[in-house]
């Protein structure tokens, strides 16, 4: 299985994140995907190769043009409000739903702090030097795995950072900027291709979840800690099912803490079932591995082994499988984990 990287992603390296009334280090950080690098390398799971360049078009398929600009001037206007040394660019406040203002018409404004605060969701995603160029750059790597997948590949990782499932077409946060997955995906469609997404992250992929809310043409399913105690709190409840022409097209199912490999993998076979019912030509694994029983921002009890099965059962799906690489945060276990899956679905498809 070939793997898609790219060293551009070690830009993006915010030192802390503010969460849980703390400035805290940051943990969606560079060795999180040389971990997974370097184990691929060593378990032999197949070539890893730069990406190719793909237009900005690829990435305006799915997001709102106003946030794409954002992103790219952030940095620049947050050190021009703050100084050269200005640490990371962190919201301090948002358009609240009790003020009387359109919100869309608050971005347009030049402030960086309301404008910051107008497209990110959480305080745990900041804006650093490097940022946008690893973002546009994960486009690359996620789109040149998708293009080899309509190629003929039977299998691709594209080793993605930052992760993508929590952004949607407007806002950033939970670590993510632009949603990778999701730009895939748009951009099969675009291929003539009919793609499926299976969101395994321990976080519900709300982001990924609404961008395809309302079409049918991408089915999206997610495995995930109920929203009840998870971020994303407020979305990822099993009766959303999608609206309008996408009614039928989102299916969600939230698990309760604390959850095993016995019941997962029940869940897991449901989604696959749900999938094949739907009947695409590919399948996109939004691939985190914030499920496993040490990981320090998640609950679920998934063991090292247990990513084996989880890869088997994939190959259940009896399709072309683009992965990519979203949250999972045990740093020392990450690189284990994602050969475990990535073998173990190449060994039974
Ligand atoms: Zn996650």
């Known amino acids: 299985m070939k793997t898609f990287y790219s060293p551009v992603h070690l830009d993006h390296d915010p030192e802390v994140q503010f969460e849980g009334g703390q400035l805290l280090p940051a943990v969606e950080i560079p060795v999180r995907a040389e971990k997974v690098r370097v184990a691929l390398q060593a378990r032999h799971i197949g070539p890893i190769v730069p990406p190719t360049a793909f237009a900005d078009d690829t990435i305006l398929a799915v997001h709102d043009a106003g946030l794409v600009t954002f992103l ?22 948002w358009p609240s739903h009790d003020m009387h203002a359109d919100r869309l018409g608050w971005r347009r404004k030049a402030d960086i702090e309301a404008r910051l605060g107008s497209y990110a969701s959480s305080t745990d995603t900041p804006i650093a030097r490097g940022t946008w160029a690893a973002v546009r750059e994960a486009v690359n790597v996620v789109l040149s795995a998708a293009a080899a997948l309509k190629d003929g590949e039977k299998s691709v ?33 675009q291929a003539g291709l009919k793609p499926a997404i299976l969101d395994v992250d321990y976080h519900h992929g709300n982001g990924t979840q609404s961008i395809f809310y309302q079409r049918s043409d991408v089915f999206f399913c997610s495995l995930h800690a109920d929203p009840n105690f998870a971020y994303p709190h407020y979305i990822g409840f099993a009766d959303e099912r999608g609206e309008g022409d996408g009614e039928g097209f989102n299916l969600n199912l939230p698990l309760p803490l604390g959850t095993d490999w016995a019941r997962y993998d029940e869940a897991l076979k449901f989604a696959i079932g749900a999938i094949k019912h739907i009947g695409p030509d590919v399948v996109i694994v939004s691939l985190g591995l914030d499920t496993y029983f040490e990981d320090p921002i998640a609950g679920m009890k998934l063991k090292a082994d247990d990513y084996l099965k989880m890869g088997a059962r994939l190959a259940d799906l009896h399709k072309p499988v683009l992965f990519v690489f979203e949250g999972g945060y045990c740093f020392d276990a990450l690189g284990e984990l994602a050969a475990n899956v990535l073998e173990s679905f190449q060994g039974a498809a």
């Not at 001037?73 to 703050?82: D, G, I, L, P």
């Not at 100084?83 to 406040?93: D, E, H, L, Q, R």
């Not at 670590?175 to 951009?187: D, K």
């Open 72 to 93: 790219t001037e952030a940095w620049e206007a947050w050190t021009k409000r703050y100084g050269k040394n200005a640490g990371v660019a962190i919201p301090s406040s």
């Open 157 to 189: 990782f594209a080793l993605t950072r930052p992760p993508g499932h929590h952004a949607s077409a407007d806002v950033f946060g939970g670590f993510c900027y632009l949603n990778n997955a999701a730009i895939a995906a748009a951009w099969l469609v």
